[in-house]
């Protein structure tokens, strides 16, 4: 495939605006999980790990994820706030890596976004001591039912360790598949209050 969808005439200038564009489609496109991505974080030790989490939202300020703080990908933003994200999407032979520094969301957000998750997930987050070792699956089965026993009749709350990150960006690239691996790659770095635009060798 050679779709030359990002030659320096047609890749926006905004990398925001243009990460909207490929958004876009990838939602129309009808696949499953569209805001499925990829999330780098690093301890202090300098050890990487990688994990797929779900985007919740995307503005001029930043990429919106929840995560429980105490989970491995917490820790590791506790320790080192910068992070990365990485979108694959084979079908349309794209990639989108965004790098840049994470924050928590305030609880007043996180408390909202929890309320629409669907009932079952946040008793979820009360009964899985997420990265934790357990000695086995009835222990969050258990955990589980202990939970849906407490909230019955009740709203169930925000877990205190639960919430979001936002994650504002320094650094874009949008890779694009072309013929015999000479790629297309845009990249977008904020330098001095504004968006520096460049391609780079694949």
């Known amino acids: 495939m050679d779709r030359r969808d990002l030659s320096e005439e047609n890749a926006d200038s905004d990398p925001f605006l243009q990460f909207g564009k490929w958004f876009a489609g990838r939602i129309e496109s009808g696949v499953a999980l569209p805001d499925a991505v990829n999330l780098g974080t690093a301890a202090q030790s300098g050890r990487v790990s990688v994990r797929t989490v779900l985007l919740k939202g995307f503005n001029r300020q930043g990429f919106v994820f929840y995560t429980n703080f105490d989970s491995r990908k917490g820790q590791d933003l506790r320790e080192n706030s910068f992070a990365a994200l990485h979108f694959h ?9 965004i790098e840049g520094k994470t924050e928590k969301l305030s609880d007043t957000e996180s408390d909202t976004y929890f309320q629409t ?36 009749g009740k709203p169930v709350p925000k877990p205190p360790y639960w919430g979001g990150y936002i994650l504002r960006p320094d650094y874009f690239e949008f890779w694009s598949d072309c013929k015999f691996r000479l790629h297309d790659r845009i990249i977008y770095q904020y330098i001095n209050s504004q968006w520096i635009k460049k391609r780079i060798a694949p």
């Open 117 to 152: 998750r669907p009932r079952e997930s946040r008793i979820g987050a009360w009964a899985s001591p997420q990265s934790a070792v357990i000695p086995d699956r009835s222990f969050l089965e258990k955990n589980f039912e202990q939970f849906k026993s407490e909230f019955e």
């Open 89 to 97: 999407w084979p079908e349309a032979g794209r990639q989108i890596r």
